[in-house]
């Protein structure tokens, strides 16, 4: 297995809610990463955190707001999305952002 | 970056050698050839990567052309659990060189 796991691995909100979605990993790696794979489509990066700096933003709508507390953590908090966020949410790490990066099982967002 | 094509989809009989191309005829030559694959709706699993030489681990083998410009994951004896999206992606080395570039990859069908 991947050593990087993720909650809540299916959530459902409205469009005034907010959330957050958590990424853990286990693995001692210092980058982390958000990716979106809405359907059909191919996995876009979203953010990327090196030694808890983030060192890329997408150009992501400022609904999705990550955090990373720590080299272990990694959150996406939401609000006021659109239905056209839903999407798989994948969270991935690497030792360091030139290394092979493993990937989360991802949480299925669907707003309504 | 350097673009990837591959097949849209593929079948294998159980038990075979799938054998999975990609044309990466634009690749340079400090750029990694990487091998994910994402059974359905599940976070992208790495499988194997290569620079120049082939590769092989307990997943798979990696055997790219002398020129570089494609390459060919091999699964020696597939089984019905390998069915999945396999994805090729070339990815530059050096410093702050993170970015995967998805395509739609191959959906690999293993048949019993």
């Known amino acids: 297995e991947t050593g990087v796991t993720q909650t809540p691995r299916h959530l459902v909100m409205g469009m005034t809610n907010k959330k957050s979605l958590k990424c853990e990993q286990h693995l001692g790696h210092n980058a982390m990463y958000w990716y979106k794979q809405s359907a059909k489509k191919p996995l876009e990066l979203m953010f990327v955190y090196n030694f808890k700096e983030q060192t890329e933003n997408n150009s992501v709508p400022s609904r999705f707001s990550p955090e990373c507390p720590n080299s272990s953590h990694l959150f996406l908090h939401l609000h006021t999305l659109q239905p056209e966020d839903s999407a798989l949410y994948l969270c991935?790490?690497?030792?360091?952002?030139?290394?092979?990066?493993?990937f989360g099982p991802g949480t299925r967002l669907l707003v309504l | 970056d350097a673009k990837t094509t591959q097949p849209t989809s593929m079948d294998c009989a159980e038990g075979r050698a799938a054998n999975l191309p990609c044309n990466h005829s634009?690749?340079?030559?400090?750029?990694?050839v990487y091998w994910y694959r994402q059974i359905h709706s599940q976070g992208p699993q790495y499988i194997i990567h290569?620079?120049?030489n082939n590769e092989t681990n307990e997943m798979a083998s990696l055997i790219i052309t002398e020129d570089r410009k494609s390459s060919t994951l091999i699964l020696p004896h597939a089984t019905l659990r390998d069915t999945a999206v396999y994805y090729c992606?070339?990815?530059?080395?050096?410093?702050?060189?993170?970015?995967?570039?998805f395509g739609t990859g191959t959906r690999l069908k293993v048949l019993a």
């Open positions: 634009t690749i340079s030559g400090n750029e990694y």
């Open positions: 290569g620079l120049k």
């Open positions: 991935a790490s690497s030792q360091v952002t030139q290394e092979t990066q493993y």
């Open positions: 992606i070339v990815r530059p080395r050096g410093s702050g060189t993170y970015k995967y570039i």
